[in-house]
Nanobody, 124 residues
Framework: VQLQASGGGLVQPGGSLRLSCAAS????????VAWFRQAPGKAREGVSC????????EYADSVKGRFTISRDNAKNGVYLQMTSLKPEDTAVYYC??????????????????WGPGTQVTVSS
């Protein structure tokens, strides 16, 4: 099983990026998937997740109204659309999969598989 996050890059404040999480060896359909991020010198934090049970979504307060998580089962992918980016969004972003639970969370220990991360840098 491999997860691969992509779509990161350098963007100016106020800009947008769309991150993709692709899986091989595992179908993301029916699994809870989350995006986490880790900035230099800071702890990893949950950003957004989508639950297996009903595709309900959760967002960290810091990204509500700016980020949107979505699935495309036909492409076996989960996406994070990020808009109105701020310098404090700069971090390595990771996607992660929880095979067991119906509802997603921001507890990193609940996630079985992790991708290697993609760097997002918001700077002018």
């Amino acid at each position: 099983v491999q997860l691969q996050a992509s779509g990161g890059g350098l963007v100016q404040p106020g800009g947008s990026l769309r991150l993709s999480c692709a899986a091989s060896g595992l179908s993301l359909e029916g699994l809870s998937v989350a995006w986490f991020r880790q900035a230099p010198g800071k702890a990893r934090e949950g950003v957004s997740c989508v639950s297996s049970y009903d595709d309900s979504t959760e967002y960290a307060d810091s990204v509500k109204g700016r980020f949107t998580i979505s699935r495309d089962n036909a492409k076996n992918g989960v996406y994070l659309q990020m808009t109105s980016l701020k310098p404090e969004d700069t971090a390595v972003y990771y996607c992660a999969v929880d095979r067991l639970r119906d509802f997603c969370s921001f507890y990193s220990y609940e996630y079985d598989y992790w991708g290697p991360g993609t760097q997002v840098t918001v700077s002018s």
